[in-house]
């Protein structure tokens, strides 16, 4: 069973910076797409970031692309989210999440999933609070 615990939430101003990590209980062989989500009150989560943890192949949403960038430490087990120029839009929980790939979806790229339903593990989460 897969476990993912996020960290480096906190509070920043408009314009700052962030490093979320994700540190996963287990190296693993098999193929996941990973993804950053954030949910604000009221709102859906949603995905802000993918990547195929046994490649290098990103997606970003609209709202995050050239701010945003998602990375990853096979041999640290851990998946990264630096955000840069934050802005008070931002501020929601983040959660990192993994989908593993059946052998049909290898090849396809993990912007194909960017439901939260589409996600088998979840992190608890973590708070990003952006102020003016």
């Known amino acids: 069973q897969l476990q993912l615990a996020e960290s480096g939430g906190g509070s920043v101003q408009v314009g700052g910076s962030l490093k979320l990590s994700c540190a996963a209980s287990q190296s693993s062989t098999k193929r996941y797409c990973l993804a950053w989500f954030r949910q604000s009150p009221g709102k859906e989560r949603e995905a802000v970031a993918t990547i195929y943890n046994l490649g290098t192949s990103t997606y970003y949403s609209d709202s995050v692309k050239g701010r945003f960038t998602i990375s990853q430490d096979n041999a640290k087990n851990t998946l990264f989210l630096q955000m840069n120029d934050l802005k008070a839009d931002d501020a929601a929980s983040y959660y990192c999440?993994?989908?593993?790939?059946?052998?049909?979806?290898?090849?396809?790229?993990?912007?194909?999933?960017?439901?939260?339903?589409?996600?088998?593990?979840w992190g608890q989460g973590t708070q990003v609070a952006v102020s003016t």
């Open positions: 999440a993994a989908r593993r790939l059946g052998d049909s979806e290898l090849g396809a790229s993990c912007a194909r999933w960017p439901r939260a339903r589409q996600y088998n593990y």
